[in-house]
């Protein structure tokens, strides 16, 4: 498929949770490349309806799904996907890797997709610097309030309520959900002359793996590795598919840029303005959210606090929205922006009675979407300009509520969570959803952002 000028899509993805998805597009759009973000596989009219187009994400929630699930559904999306003709490919995962042999696992995607695309190997690339992710001889770091550890010893990812990190080598942690064989292309290999760092890369393959894990300690890394993998992804006979996070899009606008495929100068984005009220809606457990809402609470903000538990229940479900709604309504009427949520924070004890319920995948794929349904009918009743929807499950479900088929960035956020512009459409004619189409949308990861982001996407400041 064709993007700008009649040249082909440099890179399609699907991200395997709505916040990654929109991380991806912000790499690319704020380096220059044209990025459109679907909510579902779009069709060559989709993609010709966003002209000028040089890369397409499709936004996804396999993050949360069983091995069973995934190859249910996931080959009918690496076939779209492979369909859009893009020199590379790439399942889009979290930074932070979490994942396991039951839940989201990456192996099992891995090797659906290497099936689907035939990849001579499959790069895995997860370090990045931007995000504070950096990966050393295999073993995964991340950053806590400025101070980096061991993935396994996160403050947050070692207890993450569905998929804790309990190993820190990638290798290891992969392979506990995967049969594919497994090399490295460490840190060191990745240092010296360009020539013979292709060298080595050529040498690892030589044995043969199924996908090669690269480390990233720097930028300088992060852009060698962009180069190694656009040069294999411009020999190849088709779409080199890739298991990475945002780092491999910001390794390969690195190089693009040196590489003078992309201008130098990045482009600018005017500031989006102050808007008179903002809606959050926030599903995410994480202390970084808790610190934002507390944050936001003493800055004039007013919290709903969403009755989780009812909103689980088939035959209280439509009451608790209702009260929810009816609450939010009232202080959004009086000029006064709005906190909806599920949580306020890792200790909040609606987490421990929703968990007391079990099955962890329905209860927040159900949860997120009694949020969705919340934000859409405050948006449409309101006439909001602007939501922020926060945590990275939660986010997935709750803007396929909205209505929303596509998204475009029109101002930074946090890092990984730009503002976007919806599109919302609806009919054979592509009408314009009303409430929906044109609202300015931040899908926010539980982890992601300053304490005061809500304040200052109310303004419609940077970073």
């Known amino acids: 498929m064709k993007g700008g000028a009649g040249e082909p899509l440099l890179l399609a993805y699907y991200g395997d949770d709505f916040t990654g998805s929109t991380g991806v597009m912000e790499s690319l759009a704020r380096a220059g490349v044209p990025t459109a973000l679907f909510l579902a596989p779009p069709t060559a009219a989709d993609v010709a309806r966003f002209p000028g187009l040089r890369a397409a994400g499709i936004a996804g929630m396999s993050r949360t799904w069983t091995p069973a699930e995934m190859k249910l559904s996931l080959p009918a999306v690496f076939t779209a996907g492979k369909a859009l003709g893009a020199l590379m490919f790439q399942y889009k995962v979290c930074s932070t890797f979490d994942s396991s042999p039951e839940v989201g696992s990456i192996g099992c995607a891995l090797e659906l997709g290497q099936e689907i695309f035939g990849s001579p190997f499959v790069p895995v690339v997860v370090g990045a610097p931007y995000l504070e992710r950096y990966q050393l001889f295999g073993n995964l770091f991340a950053s806590f309030r400025g101070e980096a550890h061991r993935i396994d010893r996160h403050p947050t990812m070692s207890h993450h309520p569905v998929t804790p990190m309990t ?30 760092v292709d060298r080595r890369l050529d040498a690892l393959l030589a044995g043969k793996p199924d996908a090669v ?16 993998l656009w040069q294999r992804a411009r020999r190849a006979e088709r ?23 992309l201008p130098q100068a990045p482009p600018a984005f005017a500031a989006p303005g102050a808007v008179d009220r903002l809606l959050v809606v926030s599903g995410s457990c994480s202390p970084v959210s808790e610190a934002q809402i507390a944050w936001a609470l003493a800055h004039g903000f007013v919290a709903v606090a969403a009755d989780s538990l009812a909103l689980l229940d088939p035959t209280r479900a439509t009451g608790a929205r209702d009260a929810a ?18 949580a306020r924070g890792p200790g909040d004890p609606r987490i421990e009675a929703v968990q007391a319920r079990g099955d ?10 009694e949020l969705g349904r919340i ?23 709750a803007a396929i509520q909205l209505g929303v088929t596509a998204l475009q960035m029109i101002a930074p956020g946090a890092p990984g969570s730009p503002l976007c512009r919806a599109t919302a459409t609806t009919g054979p004619t592509g009408a314009a959803l009303a409430g929906i189409d044109g609202l300015e949308l931040m ?15 109310l303004e419609g400041k940077g970073p």
């Open 213 to 228: 894990l690269f480390d990233v300690l720097d930028d300088a890394r992060l852009e060698e590795v962009g180069r190694l």
């Open 360 to 369: 962890a995948g329905t209860t927040g794929r159900a949860l997120g979407q």
């Open 443 to 457: 899908l926010k990861g539980g982890q992601m952002g300053r304490d005061n982001l809500y304040g200052l996407v």
């Open 239 to 261: 779409s080199l598919f890739s298991v990475s996070s945002s780092g491999l899009d910001d390794g390969l606008v690195m190089h693009w840029r040196t590489a003078g495929v």
């Open 325 to 342: 709604v009816r609450e939010a309504a009232d202080h959004l009427a009086a000029g006064r922006s709005v906190i909806v949520h599920s």
């Open 167 to 196: 190993e820190g080598d990638l290798r290891l942690h992969l392979g506990r959900q995967t049969r594919s064989r497994l090399a490295l292309m460490d840190i060191l290999q990745l240092t010296g002359p360009a020539a013979e």
């Open 375 to 397: 934000a859409r009918a405050l948006c449409e009743r309101q006439k909001l300009r602007r939501l922020v929807i926060a945590g990275g499950d939660t986010s997935g479900h």
